[in-house]
């Protein structure tokens, strides 16, 4: 069974900065890209960042870019989204998830992890 | 940014009856159309992808339709585990986005 486990989140002051992880097991995981998406309290989903299999290729909302930074570590099986420069705004729960075993765009998501969260508040 | 819409909001629903959800992309996505169910307390999940295509695992009361800019869910037959809140997602390019939701309420 694929597993996704988050890890990181926590209350910070804006302006602070937070590192989170996602452990990963029950598949092959540098074969697969993954992502985190992220959902403010009240609010919809919304898409953060993407890293491909290899790490070559990454991608981030505009929301997210020059703060945020996407990296993978293939040999522990985990991914990670550090967050720097926080604002109230970023305040929401984060997902980790991979994509699908069929889906080839690695723009589908598919487990999710039961998140973690994240509190930016003085 | 490609703009997903989702309409209406809020759908009331008495169970054993149908619901239809419709999603607009702000400009043509092909059939670059995913669903998600969102249930309180519990991780996304993928229902629909390709527009049309169930995930994994996911019954035959959830349907999907539709190309370029309009597309459509359709739940055949609420069960009590089917009021979620349920999101659209484009990923014809990046950057991807999301709908805002349509909640499925009990009438």
């Known amino acids: 069974d694929v597993q996704l486990l988050e890890s990181g989140g926590g209350l910070v002051q804006p302006g602070g900065s937070l590192r989170l992880s996602c452990a990963a097991s029950g598949f092959t995981f540098g074969s697969f890209a993954m992502s985190w998406v992220r959902q403010a309290p009240g609010k919809g989903l919304e898409w953060v960042s993407t890293i491909s299999g290899s790490g070559e290729n990454i991608y981030y909302a505009d929301s997210v870019k020059g703060r945020f930074t996407i990296s993978r570590d293939n040999s522990k099986n985990t991914v990670y989204l550090q967050l720097n420069t926080l604002r109230a705004d970023d305040t929401a729960m984060y997902y980790c998830?991979?994509?699908?075993?069929?889906?080839?765009?690695?723009?589908?998501?598919?487990?999710w992890g039961q998140g973690t969260l994240v509190t930016v508040s003085s | 940014e490609i703009v997903m819409t989702q309409s209406p909001a809020t759908l009331s629903v008495s169970p054993g009856e149908r619901a239809t959800l419709s999603c607009r992309a702000s400009q043509s996505i092909s059939s670059n159309l995913a669903w998600y169910q969102h249930k309180p307390g519990q991780a996304p999940r993928l229902l629909i992808y390709?527009?049309?295509t169930r995930a994994t695992g996911v019954t035959a009361t959830f349907s999907g339709s539709g190309s370029g800019t309009e597309f459509t869910l359709t739940i055949s037959s609420l069960q009590s585990e089917d009021f979620a809140v349920y999101y659209c997602?484009?990923?014809?390019?990046?950057?991807?986005?999301f709908g805002g939701g349509t909640k499925v309420e009990i009438k």
């Open positions: 997602q484009h990923y014809n390019n990046w950057p991807l986005t």
């Open positions: 998830t991979k994509r699908p075993y069929y889906d080839t765009s690695g723009r589908l998501f598919d487990p």
């Open positions: 390709g527009a049309s």
